[in-house]
T-cell receptor, first 111, second 114 residues
Framework: SQQGEEDPQALSIQEGENATMNCSYK?????LQWYRQNSGRGLVHLIL?????REKHSGRLRVTLDTSKKSSSLLITASRAADTASYFC???????????FGTGTRLTVIP | KAGVTQTPRYLIKTRGQQVTLSCSPI?????VSWYQQTPGQGLQFLFE???????NKGNFPGRFSGRQFSNSRSEMNVSTLELGDSALYLC?????????????FGPGTRLTVT
């Protein structure tokens, strides 16, 4: 089963704009991770945020986590055409030892 | 370190046949997870092996099985293939014995069932 639901399902923006995608989950978690998948390829780990953290940055990525609302958001600033991909959130439930992936957001960045 | 490798990359099979896919994890990683990805169902968890034992299992029929060898390499098998088994099969490895269970994915095997 999939733990997370992502929204929107698809997002189309112009190069240079910011892209925000959201992830909601259902249970208590230890950490939440974001992955990117280029078309028909494997997923690549982007960033991880632990349950006791509220915000994290990595380059042009900013992730926030609100455990009271069981939600997270991924912000990509100054988007580039190369950011076109599907983005998935994944959670590790408290006490569990594997990841549950969300449904993904398909991001298209128009040059 | 070398990344996760999957073989074969592409496969065409006929309904009713069986297929075996292979995954070699990153050196030192003891956990291998398998996922099925289709346009309709998205990314679905099949099972995870850790130190040669199936530790977690998704909601797939018994036609889907797997195993892990002592060198952590893993295989998954699908018997009596159906058209709906056409998908991208991804494997991912991780250390598996400690948080945060970050996973490293292979490029996938594209299976087409005709």
């Amino acid at each position: 089963s999939q733990q997370g639901e992502e929204d929107p399902q698809a997002l189309s923006i112009q190069e240079g704009e910011n892209a925000t995608m959201n992830c909601s989950y259902k249970t208590s978690i230890n950490n939440l991770q974001w992955y990117r998948q280029n078309s028909g390829r494997g997923l690549v780990h982007l960033i991880l945020i632990r349950s006791n953290e509220r915000e994290k940055h990595s380059g042009r990525l900013r992730v926030t986590l609100d455990t009271s609302k069981k939600s997270s958001s991924l912000l990509i600033t100054a988007s580039r055409a190369a950011d076109t991909a599907s983005y998935f959130c994944a959670t590790v439930e408290t006490g569990a030892n594997n990841l549950f992936f969300g449904t993904g957001t398909r991001l298209t960045v128009i040059p | 370190k070398a990344g996760v490798t999957q073989t074969p990359r592409y496969l065409i099979k006929t309904r009713g046949q069986q297929v075996t896919l292979s995954c070699s994890p990153i050196s030192g990683h003891r956990s291998v997870s398998w996922y099925q990805q289709t346009p309709g169902q998205g990314l679905q968890f099949l099972f995870e092996y850790f130190s040669e034992t199936q530790r977690n299992k998704g909601n797939f029929p018994g036609r889907f099985s797997g195993r892990q060898f002592s060198n952590s390499r893993s295989e998954m098998n699908v018997s009596t293939l159906e058209l709906g088994d056409s998908a991208l099969y991804l494997c991912a490895s991780s250390l598996g014995d400690r948080l945060p269970y970050e996973q490293y994915f292979g490029p996938g095997t594209r299976l087409t069932v005709t």
